[in-house]
């Protein structure tokens, strides 16, 4: 029921930020228990867990992007956002949003990715 649907740009120039927004629906993304999480996947590479925004709003990094990385949110549009900072090539990837259950660390929705493409 809960769908999730990436959208932004997919060309953007290297030292310049990375813009995504997260569009949520058949569920709030304020509904507790919920972190709603970006991930993305470079090219021939893993999936890279980059951050989370919990239902209360607390925000959560992995180390080696925290530097570069906000997510926000916009309740009233039941979205969340994503910048990326001083972009490189590197940071060209398929870009997922997704939702995980706070209880087990599962995700269990997510959406169909975007890719994005850091090329002057």
């Known amino acids: 029921q809960v769908q999730l649907q990436e959208s932004g740009p997919g060309l953007v120039k290297p030292s310049q930020t990375l813009s995504l927004t997260c569009t949520v629906s058949?569920?709030?993304?304020?509904?507790?228990?919920?972190?709603w999480s970006w991930i993305r996947q470079p090219p021939g590479k893993g999936l890279e867990w980059m951050g989370a925004i919990a239902y209360s709003g607390v925000t959560y990094y992995t180390p080696s992007l925290k530097s570069r990385t906000s997510i926000s949110r916009h309740t009233s549009k039941n979205q969340f956002n994503l910048q990326l900072t001083s972009v490189t090539p590197e940071d060209t990837a398929v870009y997922y949003c997704a939702r995980m259950t706070s209880w087990d660390s599962t995700y269990e929705n997510w959406g169909q990715g975007t890719e994005v493409t850091v090329s002057s």
């Open positions: 058949g569920g709030s993304i304020t509904t507790g228990d919920y972190y």
